[in-house]
Each structure stands twice: as C-alpha cells, then as structure tokens.
C-alpha cells in the first residue's frame, strides 16, 4: 500500500459517520492526548494528523523540527497531536497503537520514524517495517504483537477519533487549530505561515 499522495480525508471505514460535518470549532485538549511543551504556553497548537497521510509526513519532516526548537522547547507553544485514521486506516491504526506502546517518552520518536518510515510501504509488506520501527524503540516482537492486538488500545483509539470526527467536525489531515481557531492556509504549512498565527497570539499573551 502506497502513502497517500494528497491530504488525507479521514476514513469511513473507521466506522464514523461523516455526513453533515462542517468546520472545527475549538480544539479542547482532552485526557489521552500526547502533547508537547509547556501547558501553560501562551500557545496553544493542535495538528489532527494520521500516520498514513503522506501531507502529514511532509510536515513532520519540513515543518515540525523548526517548530518545535523556536516555538514548543522554548516554552512558547504547546502542541497536541490528535490521531485520526486516514486510508490505508489499518495502518494508520497499528501505528498509533505502536506509538503508544512504545510509551509516552518515546510517543513522539515513534511517530516521527513512522512517518519517515512512508516511502518503504510502497511494497505492500508494511509490518516489518513498523517491527523494525518497535525494536529500535525497547520492543520485542512478542510485545508488537500484543500492542497491535490490544483490543481495548483500539477501542480507546476510535473513540479519539470519533471525538475528533464528530465532535471536532475535522473531516482531513493535517488540520491545525491555533489557540481555538483553525488554521486557514496551504495544505502542509511552512513556519512562516504557521507564525502568522503563531505571533499575534504571543503579543497578546494568548488571548484572542
């Protein structure tokens, strides 16, 4: 199964009814999202991405490093990753389910390595790769079987993502919400246009 080669639109096969959904209002962070930074940033950035968007991955690799060394380590942002499944959605699932077995220190290494891992899955046979992924990361191949198998991690995952479907009315990834309101720009943002909205928010301390 290849990457997808334009922006992710979230599955119906992950059982979620899309009909009538519209824009994301404010995008609350909620217990089992992964974060990084300050909480108490004046900023708050929150990306609804999947592991199977090819746009995601773009934006891992060009965007997100200098994002996060100018804005989320220097105490300035604080930025949540929300999951959501795009095709192939088996995938993206057994990779965030990796992601969090690996445990909440090493969440966002795995992530990234999934990502970067895209251009490998252009032969169909993705689980070596991501076992690959899971022993590089303290795994054993017993312990990648169980995290891919644990019924109640893929129950709590659909959830997450039915939140953001249904109540977050995210219909593709990557959407960005900045401090409550969504990012209205190119589909895989540069840090210019990320700061845009980034640093009048950090004039003001935040408030909008």
Known sequence: MAALSRRGAIAAGAGLALAGVGRAGAAAVVAGDMSLGDPKAPVKVVEYASVSCSHCARFNEDTFPALKAKYIDTG?????????LTPPQQVAAAGFLMARCAGPAKYFKVVDEIFRSQPRWTSGNIKPVFLEIAKANGMTEAQFEACLTDQAALNALRERVRKAVQEDKVTGTPTFVINGRRFEGSTTPTLAELEAAI???LKTGGRR
């Open 76 to 84: 300035k942002v604080h930025y949540t990753l929300k999951e959501l």
């Open 199 to 201: 640093l009048p928010a």
